[in-house]
């Protein structure tokens, strides 16, 4: 990836992510994505379809989109980390997305609108057996240069 998509990345967080059923046709879902130490992550569960999915197949692609019809797709391989550390993960992850959110809170964070504190917010991950899928870039393309 060049400079231009990986400063669209760092600034846009609304994706679509396709993986691929048994039968190989598409299945898709809206998710959030961010840039986490240089490495493209998402959060899901467990028992999400998708998460079969890759588990069966890792392949996946990103559509990563703004709102003024600027894009990225990205070709990937998919890492599920799913360990005991997943929650922690799950944290960082969302630190990085509410990032740039009014007022960023170092000992808050949102969860569906709820501000939550940070032993609420792990409990939830563990709750909710919360996961992070790693994206490992295989190919990219898109009209992303210029994002504000």
């Known amino acids: 990836m060049d400079d231009a998509m990986l400063t669209f990345l760092e600034k846009h967080h609304s994706a ?19 840039l986490v130490d240089g490495k493209i992550w998402s959060s899901a569960t467990r028992q999400r379809l998708r998460t079969r999915h890759l588990r069966r197949d890792p392949r996946s692609t990103l559509f990563v989109f703004d709102d003024a019809w600027r894009w990225l797709t990205l070709e990937c391989r998919v890492n599920v980390l799913d360990g005991p ?10 630190q990085v997305m509410q990032r740039d959110t009014s007022p ?10 709820v501000e939550r ?14 996961l992070i899928y790693e994206f490992e870039v295989e190919r990219s ?3 992303c240069g210029d994002a504000p």
């Open 117 to 130: 504190t940070i032993d609420e917010f792990l409990q939830i991950m563990v709750d909710d057996q919360r």
């Open 85 to 94: 550390d997943a929650p922690r993960l799950n944290l960082k992850l969302f």
């Open 141 to 143: 393309y898109g009209m």
């Open 104 to 113: 960023p809170s170092a000992s808050k964070i949102m969860w569906f609108g």
């Open 16 to 34: 679509a992510m396709t993986t691929l059923r048994a039968d190989g046709t598409p299945h898709s879902a809206r998710v959030g994505v961010a």
